[in-house]
């Protein structure tokens, strides 16, 4: 199994550009999420998924759109870059909510200028 | 919603001394509490975690204690080694359906001196 994968892994923007960060696991699990992590700010949620078909908005989910059309994808969609927005980006998935350990892609560093 | 305070933000040891991490947790439907370890420019992965009908759990030179009624549990690494240098993460969730979203404290970075 491949576990979380993440792509890009570095990315540069210009303000007001857009951009999908792809996130995808092949662990069948149900649940997906994405967070930004800021020096002295922990994991932050951005929006998480319960399932196909379902989103919901996190801790910071300004700016930023995710769908969930399958199992396995979770993108997440930056509608106009803003230097605000300079962070990792780091996708998570777990078998359920709650109660079970997050599996963690490898990141997304990206910077907007 | 949950909010999960973590102390220290920032804690330097010897090798061979003990380390202690502390979180403490608003809701009382919280139910499990996982430690996670993130190593720099490495993605967090799980070292250790705790349900609430447990007080304690140890694996090897790590443990971690938990004291519902005051809401807090703390993670313990004895006999640190330089490669225990990284930042620690505490969470909590609810698995029953209530705030199943995880919370995660905002993290402990750990320096360990040879």
């Known amino acids: 199994n491949a576990g979380v994968t993440q792509t890009p892994k570095f990315q540069v923007l210009k303000t007001g550009q857009s951009m999908t960060l792809q996130c995808a696991q092949d662990m069948n699990h149900e649940y997906m999420s994405w967070y930004r992590q800021d020096p002295g700010m922990g994991l932050r949620l951005i929006h998480y998924?319960?399932?196909?078909?379902?989103?919901d908005q996190g801790e910071v989910p300004n700016g930023y759109n995710v769908s969930r059309s399958t199992t396995e994808d979770f993108p997440l969609r930056l509608l106009s870059a803003a230097p605000s927005q300079t962070s990792v980006y780091f996708c998570?998935?777990?078998?359920?909510?709650?109660?079970?350990?997050?599996?963690f892609g490898p990141g997304t560093r990206l910077t907007v200028l | 919603g949950e909010n999960v305070e973590q102390h220290p933000s920032t804690l330097s040891v010897q090798e061979g001394d003990s380390a202690v991490i502390k979180c403490t947790y608003s809701d009382s439907a919280s139910n499990y509490f996982p430690w996670y370890k993130q190593e720099l420019g490495k993605r967090p992965q799980l070292i250790i975690d705790?349900?609430?009908?447990?007080g304690e759990k140890k694996d090897q030179r790590i443990a971690v204690t938990l004291n519902k009624t005051a809401k807090h549990f703390s993670l313990h690494i004895t006999e640190t080694q330089p490669e225990d240098s990284a930042v620690y993460f505490c969470?909590?969730?609810?698995?029953?359906?209530?705030?199943?979203?995880?919370?995660f404290g905002r993290g402990t970075s750990l320096i360990v001196h040879p």
């Open positions: 998570a998935s777990s078998y359920q909510t709650g109660g079970d350990e997050q599996f």
């Open positions: 705790i349900r609430s009908n447990v």
């Open positions: 969470a909590a969730s609810d698995s029953s359906g209530g705030s199943y979203i995880p919370t």
């Open positions: 998924s319960v399932g196909a078909g379902i989103t």
